[in-house]
C-alpha cells in the first residue's frame, strides 16, 4: 500500500505505466495532467476531460483485477493510512492555465469556463467518484504567490468536496515565497502538500 505508478493520461503515454501496473499490482495511480505546453506531457485542454475519464476507467478494471476494490471514502481514512486502490490528479500548470501568477484573480477567463466543465463532467462519473481520491496541483516555473495558490485551492474546493477529496499543493522554489504556499492553501480549504520522486524534481531542488 502507498506506492503509485506514474503516467500522463493519454492511451500512448500511459501504456507503459499500465502494464507496470498489471505486472507488479501497484495499489494506485497518479496522473500527470498538464493544460498547456510543458516539459513533460502535451494535452490540448479541450480533450483533457474525457481523456482523464478514459484511463480511470481503465484504471480501475486493473485495479479491480489485481483484487483493489474502490477504496473507502476519503474522510474515513486516517491521515497515517497509505492509499490502496487510488488515483490522484496532478494538475501540472493550472495557475499558468488560468494566467494567476501575481495577478488579481483568473486572467484566463474562457479557461477557467472549460475547466468548470470538465470537473463537472468527472464528479458526475461513477467510476471517477469511486476511484479518485485527490486533486492536487503545482506551478513549475516558480512564479505563484501564497495568495494564487490559496485562490486556487478555493476555487477547486467548489467542485472536489472535503469528504471525497484531498487537495494538495506543490509549490516550486524561485520568488523565495514557497514556503508559505501550503499555509495559505490550508487557509483556504486544501489539506496539505504533496512531493514526488522524478527526475524533475532532483534537478531543480524541490
Known sequence: DGCFVMCAPSAGERAAAMRVLRRFAVPNVFLDVTTVDNDRFNIDVNSMGAMVL????EIDEILHG???PPPRARSARG???APCGEV???LVDVLERL???FSAGFGDKKAQSVLE????NWTADKVFQERVTAIIYEEARGLGSPNDYGDVALWLRKFFPEDRFLILVHAHGG???ENQVPLSVVEHGGNGIWGGFIPQAAQVGH
Open 54 to 57: 478514459d484511463a480511470v476507467r
Open 66 to 68: 489485481s483484487f483493489y
Open 79 to 81: 491521515p497515517w493510512e
Open 88 to 90: 490522484y490528479i496532478n
Open 99 to 101: 494566467d494567476v501568477i
Open 117 to 120: 466543465g470538465i470537473f463537472r
Open 175 to 177: 520568488n523565495g515565497l
